[in-house]
């Protein structure tokens, strides 16, 4: 069983940046598994964000958020994390992060690949 808990959300204003947070339990690691970042707003479906192979590989982004998020990984500390900066009222949702076992680069866009999910954390850009 892998557990993921989300941290980090909050109310922001627009062209504000803020990290969030996906503390993992040590088997996302030791099992390889590719971490995921999805947002979801009620009535509408879950959307990729960008997500990053597990222990190593190259990232992707959502086209909504390439140049503007950044995903990254501790390994030491099995947190995955997610820098989001010139923040828009577009991005308002509450986002998800998602593991998944060893998850080549084309599967990694995809929320059914992803077996194990957080309860999520709500990002809200306000002025």
């Known amino acids: 069983q892998v557990q993921l808990v989300e941290s980090g959300g909050g109310l922001v204003q627009p062209g504000d940046s803020l990290r969030l947070s996906c503390a993992a339990s040590?088997?996302?690691?030791?099992?390889?598994?590719?971490v995921a970042w999805f947002r979801q707003v009620p009535g509408k479906e879950r959307e990729f964000v960008a997500a990053?192979?597990?222990?190593?590989?190259?990232?992707r982004y959502g086209d909504s958020v390439k140049g503007r998020f950044a995903i990254s990984r501790d390994n030491a500390k099995n947190t995955v994390y997610l820098q989001m900066n010139s923040l828009k009222p577009e991005d308002t949702a509450v986002y998800y992060c998602?593991?998944?076992?060893?998850?080549?680069?084309?599967?990694?866009?995809?929320?059914?690949?992803?077996?194990?999910w957080g309860q999520g954390t709500r990002v809200t850009v306000s002025s």
């Open positions: 998602a593991g998944g076992l060893r998850l080549i680069t084309s599967s990694l866009a995809f929320e059914k690949y992803y077996t194990y």
């Open positions: 040590a088997r996302i690691s030791s099992d390889r598994h590719a």
């Open positions: 990053i192979p597990w222990p190593t590989g190259y990232p």
